[in-house]
Nanobody
Framework: QVQLVESGGGLVQAGGSLRLSCAAS????????MGWYRQAPGKQRELVAR???????VYADSVKGRFTVSRDNAKNTVYLQMNSLKPEDTAVYYC??????????????WGQGTQVTVSS
């Protein structure tokens, strides 16, 4: 079992910044990709950013140049630095990781989400 604990969400004005954190814990054998997704009301959940075990990153076009994803392998933690926030960034942000629990296969794990609200 892998548990993901998210923090850092909140209310911010347009142009402001937030930093999201997600720490994975449990009987983890290995962690592969880690990333962030978001879902606004009435919309599909979409990829925001992800970082592979090799350190490669992928960003949604809408956040390129504004968001930065990083990870601390020693802490099993992934971060999302969000700068120049826009009202359209308002959504519930979900942490995701691909991990292997001892004795199990690679699986996707999700956090419960943290609300990010950007006011104009």
């Amino acid at each position: 079992q892998v548990q993901l604990v998210e923090s850092g969400g909140g209310l911010v004005q347009a142009g402001g910044s937030l930093r999201l954190s997600c720490a994975a814990s449990g009987n983890i054998f290995s962690i592969n990709d880690m990333g962030w997704y978001r879902q606004a009301p009435g919309k599909q959940r979409e990829l925001v950013a992800r970082i592979t075990s090799g350190g490669n990153t992928v960003y949604a076009d809408s956040v390129k140049g504004r968001f930065t994803v990083s990870r601390d392998n020693a802490k099993n933690t992934v971060y999302l630095q969000m700068n120049s926030l826009k009202p359209e960034d308002t959504a519930v942000y979900y942490c995701n990781t691909k991990a292997v629990v001892t004795g199990a296969i690679l699986r996707n794990y999700w956090g419960q989400g943290t609300q990010v609200t950007v006011s104009s």
